[in-house]
């Protein structure tokens, strides 16, 4: 087996909710056990055997790597089999959250080339916080045992973009959309000023995905509670759409 495919299997004996913990979330309560109770190692379609859990920095590199292939157009589509597919019936094992913006063109599982069950990903336009974004996270990282939450940026984001025209006083906005936008402003006003156009759009696009990254933590004690003691990381990042490079920023 491959070190992507053993990193693939990493925490499927280890995390994931057992039965009855699923059906405590079902029915709207907290499964104390989930930690504690890990269940049965499901098949190991690949042909490997029980793995450890990969620490954040391991998540990275295997994002990183996908994401080669991606650029290179040498993607490998990992974990697309039915026998992987039916492997995950009694439970999801991420190995990273993404929380990326909503743009079509920006597919975390085609950029970073992976597959079913490797990724919990979350979309929102800017890649915006909400209680339910947040709390999402918090489920991936509390009850999933994710080690790492990449916050992806990309280039030329109408959320961002629209940001911009705000703070020039040139946008048009209506409805809930405002309130969207509003959310990247602090973001486009925190960039210092460029006479480049798509230089300061780039700049403001990573500086929402930073500031993002330090939001999350300061409205969520779960994900503090887990860089403190369980060593998770969060990862700032962005995607060139000319290019599908992912960066850090």
Same mark, same amino acid.
């Given at each position: 087996?491959?070190? $992507? ?28 056990? @989930?930690? !504690? ?14 793995? !450890?859990? #990969? !620490? ?25 089999? *039915?026998?992987? $597919? ?42 915006? *916080? ?6 999402? #996270? ?9 080690? *790492? =939450? ?39 006003? @925190? ?30 004690? =779960?994900?503090?509670? +887990?860089? +403190?003691? $369980? ?9 060139? *759409?000319?290019?599908?490079?992912? !960066?850090?920023?």
């Amino acid at each position: 087996m491959s070190d $992507r495919d053993s990193g693939a299997l990493r925490r499927r004996s280890l995390f994931g909710l057992t039965a009855g913990a699923a059906a405590a979330l079902a029915a709207g309560t907290a499964p104390a056990a @989930a930690a !504690t109770a890990p269940p049965a190692p499901p098949p190991t379609p690949d042909g490997g055997g029980q793995s !450890t859990p #990969i !620490t954040a920095d391991q998540a990275w590199r295997i994002l990183s790597e996908g994401n080669a292939r991606f650029v290179a157009g040498r993607q490998k589509h990992p974990h697309e089999s *039915l026998k992987w $597919r039916e492997s995950l019936v009694k439970g999801q094992h991420p190995f990273a959250v993404i929380l990326g913006c909503a743009d079509s063109r920006v597919p975390p599982e085609l950029v970073f080339d992976e597959g079913l069950g490797d990724m919990f990903v979350i979309r929102s336009a800017g890649e915006v *916080l909400d209680t339910s974004v947040v709390g999402s #996270i918090e489920y991936a990282v509390e009850h999933l045992g994710v080690p *790492l =939450i990449v916050v992806l940026g990309h280039a030329s984001c109408g959320a961002v973009s629209a940001a911009v025209d705000l703070v020039r006083g040139t946008a048009h906005l209506s409805g809930d959309i405002s309130t969207l936008v509003r959310a990247v402003e602090p973001a486009v006003r @925190a960039t210092p000023p460029n006479p480049d156009p798509a230089a300061f759009l780039a700049a403001c696009v990573a500086e929402q995905a930073r500031r993002t990254a330090v939001l999350l933590k300061e409205r969520s004690d =779960i994900v503090t509670k +887990a860089i +403190a003691e $369980r060593g998770v990381k969060i990862v700032s990042a962005t995607y060139e *759409l000319t290019t599908g490079a992912v !960066t850090r920023v």
